[in-house]
């Protein structure tokens, strides 16, 4: 079964950065979309980043666009998203999830990691 892992994430200041890693198992990781989607209190959940399983096709929220960075690391079975320039709007726990970056659809997650923007 599909097994995603996030870690992280952490208390960071505005402006600062942090990078999030997922770990993936119990599936072929290499034939498979991933990204992340947030959900931060008492709001809807946000589709954030998703990557095709080629690494070619990369789809970002309009509000993380030029200051969130994914990638994959196909070997290692990892999935990563660089955070900069981080906002107070970006506290959330972030999931780590099989996606389509066409349809912005998440399908199967894990535990999340609670990122917190505060000064």
């Known amino acids: 079964d599909v097994q995603l892992q996030a870690s992280g994430g952490g208390l960071v200041q505005p402006g600062g950065s942090l990078r999030l890693s997922c770990a993936a198992s119990?599936?072929?990781?290499?034939?498979?979309?991933v990204g992340w989607f947030r959900q931060a209190p008492g709001k809807a959940r946000e589709g954030v980043s998703c990557?095709?399983?080629?690494?070619?096709?990369?789809y970002y929220a309009a509000s993380v666009k030029g200051r969130f960075t994914i990638s994959r690391d196909n070997a290692k079975k990892m999935v990563y998203l660089q955070m900069n320039l981080l906002k107070p709007e970006d506290t959330a726990v972030y999931y780590c999830?099989?996606?389509?970056?066409?349809?912005?659809?998440?399908?199967?997650w894990g535990q999340g990691t609670l990122v917190t923007v505060s000064s």
């Open positions: 119990g599936f072929i990781f290499d034939d498979y979309h």
């Open positions: 999830a099989t996606c389509d970056p066409m349809t912005v659809e998440y399908y199967s």
């Open positions: 990557i095709s399983a080629s690494g070619t096709s990369i």
